[in-house]
T-cell receptor
Framework: AQTVTQSQPEMSVQEAETVTLSCTYD???????LFWYKQPPSRQMILVIRQEAYKQQNATENRFSVNFQKAAKSFSLKISDSQLGDAAMYFC??????????????????FGQGTILTVHP | NAGVTQTPKFQVLKTGQSMTLQCAQDMNHEYMSWYRQDPGMGLRLIHY???????DQGEVPNGYNVSRSTTEDFPLRLLSAAPSQTSVYFC?????????????FGNGTRLTVT
């Protein structure tokens, strides 16, 4: 079974600075997908960024970018020019492609424990 | 554009009571799932479905039941509530059962069992 580990329960950053949230995962698969979700106090789950394992190029979405190291099974999220609205719980997630042997793994999403990000003005 | 709708938003139950958490999506998504969120444990998969009439267990299925009679609806039933089921529950769906489509989440239900 896949596992996802976020080793930083809490992180903080000054407004306009850059912060990196860590995520590692364990899998024997070669084809999979990785996501970062943001959960503000409203409890809503918001997709921040996604990465396909077969792509070597790191994904970028405006101020959010990832550092995907497939061999190291690492998937960190970098937030540049941090804003007060970035304060939230961030979850790293792994999703199987589902196209494995036997086809029984229907794209289940496995989450890390979460990192609470505080942004100081 | 409703997306994924969960009801109720909050619920308090006594130990032993049963109830159903409702989930509906209007995006014709193939895949639907239920997660529970507990402090320090992230979100854990309870049950999921890859289409009408097809359901399967996730990581923490005990004490919960699901069915999927239509593409749109995927209710979660608590058979006999226990304090250990106090949690925040999320329903989520995605267009396809395969991995590259992200999940769309409902707004969650906070359940307290006393």
């Amino acid at each position: 079974a896949q596992t996802v580990t976020q080793s930083q329960p809490e992180m903080s950053v000054q407004e306009a600075e850059t912060v990196t949230l860590s995520c590692t995962y364990d899998t024997s698969e070669s084809d999979y997908y990785l996501f970062w979700y943001k959960q503000p106090p409203s409890r809503q789950m918001i997709l921040v960024i996604r990465q396909e394992a077969y792509k070597q190029q790191n994904a970028t979405e405006n101020r959010f970018s990832v550092n995907f190291q497939k061999a190291a099974k690492s998937f960190s999220l970098k937030i540049s020019d941090s804003q007060l609205g970035d304060a939230a719980m961030y979850f790293c997630a792994y999703r199987t492609s589902g196209r494995g042997a036997g086809g029984t793994s229907y794209g289940k999403l496995t989450f890390g424990q979460g990192t609470i990000l505080t942004v100081h003005p | 554009n409703a997306g994924v709708t969960q009801t109720p938003k909050f619920q308090v139950l006594k130990t032993g009571q049963s109830m159903t958490l409702q989930c509906a999506q209007d995006m014709n998504h193939e895949y639907m799932s239920w997660y529970r969120q507990d402090p320090g444990m992230g979100l854990r998969l309870i049950h999921y479905s890859v289409g009408a009439g097809i359901t399967d267990q996730g990581e923490v299925p005990n004490g919960y039941n699901v069915s999927r009679s239509t593409t749109e609806d995927f209710p979660l039933r608590l058979l006999s509530a226990a304090p250990s089921q106090t949690s925040v529950y999320f329903c989520a769906s995605s267009p396809r059962r395969w991995g590259n489509s992200p999940l769309h989440f409902g707004n969650g239900t906070r359940l307290t069992v006393t």
